[in-house]
């Protein structure tokens, strides 16, 4: 996710990349407002939130792959076969490689992803994993890091690539509609 003061500020990257699409400030009603979710979704209630960009797809094995691979030549991470952990503030496993389903490898200092998953959602990676792929993305691009891997605490005034708030995430699923879904009320038009 991207602000529009963090727009302003991208050094390196103008325009924003075709990858990331623009939701505009806007306020909406946000939780369980059809009573179809559990208690964690209530009260109801309005959030507004500023415009951002977020990414239009979940991140890909080889944009993985690829982040990973420069924070590696950095000297960021630390990788063995078996997985991926930061090298710098509270060290946590990034990546899991060992497991079965993972379609990331790491050897001889080399990241590559399994043939034809290139563009797959890359899977078993973690909330820190994602957050370290926002702060080495952000370095990527010569962005002011969000995350403290002190604490793994996010600083929103920075203007770098971060994960969406949950009113963030929720309001960009909502696409501007008052309906039960992006598409309408029609249960039927689920895929």
Known sequence: VLSPKEVSQ??????????????????????DTYSQGTSSELPVHAVTV???????????????REVLQWAYDQGLVVATA????????????????????CQISFSGGTFSVDSGKTNFPC??????????YCNYRSD??????????????????QN??????????EYACRAGSQSNYFFGDDKAKLP
């Open 50 to 64: 500023s415009a951002f960009h977020m990414d239009k797809f979940e991140v890909s094995n080889e944009k993985m």
């Open 160 to 169: 770098g690539y971060r994960l969406p708030t949950e009113a963030e995430w």
């Open 10 to 31: 991208l050094a390196g990257i103008s325009p924003i990349p075709a990858e990331m699409a623009f939701s505009p400030a806007g306020s909406f009603q946000m939780g």
């Open 140 to 157: 990527m691009h010569g962005l002011s890091r969000c995350i403290d891997f002190s604490d793994w605490s996010c600083d929103f005034s």
């Open 123 to 132: 899977v078993e990676v973690n909330w820190y994993g994602a957050l370290a």
């Open 82 to 101: 078996g997985g991926v952990t930061n090298n710098e503030g509270s060290a946590q496993e990034l990546l899991n490689l060992d497991d079965p389903d």
